[in-house]
Nanobody, 128 residues
Framework: QVQLVESGGGLVQAGGSLRLSCAAS????????MAWFRQAPGKEREFVAG???????????DYADSVKDRFTISRDNAKNTVYLQMNSLKAEDTAVYYC??????????????????WGQGTQVTVSS
């Protein structure tokens, strides 16, 4: 069982930056596939970025087109934490951001049902 706790959300002006953190419990964090999703009011939960374990010490990151070149996902295995650095924020980035994790699936993708563990979410509000 993995527990995920997000932090770092808040109110920021358009063009600003925020860094979200997701602290995970568990002793094999380095073997988990991690991702960030977001959900705006009245909309479905959508994929933002993923940080997948591909064996050994190799990981790869992927991003939704809407955040590519603005957001960066990373992890610190020593701290059992995954981060989402968000730059050049836009009003349309306003949403509740969720951290998600899974392990053992073949190439988890951008669909929420592919992830087994979820945090409680952190609100990000971008004012225009």
């Amino acid at each position: 069982q993995v527990q995920l706790v997000e932090s770092g959300g808040g109110l920021v002006q358009a063009g600003g930056s925020l860094r979200l953190s997701c602290a995970a419990s568990g002793r094999t964090f380095s073997h988990y596939d991690m991702a960030w999703f977001r959900q705006a009011p009245g909309k479905e939960r959508e994929f933002v970025a993923g940080h997948r374990w591909s064996g050994g010490i190799t990981y790869y990151a992927d991003y939704a087109d809407s955040v590519k070149d603005r957001f960066t996902i990373s992890r610190d295995n020593a701290k059992n934490t995954v981060y989402l650095q968000m730059n050049s924020l836009k009003a349309e980035d306003t949403a509740v951001y969720y951290c998600a994790a899974t392990r053992g699936r073949v190439a988890p993708g951008p669909r929420p049902h592919e992830y087994d563990y979820w945090g409680q979410g952190t609100q990000v509000t971008v004012s225009s």
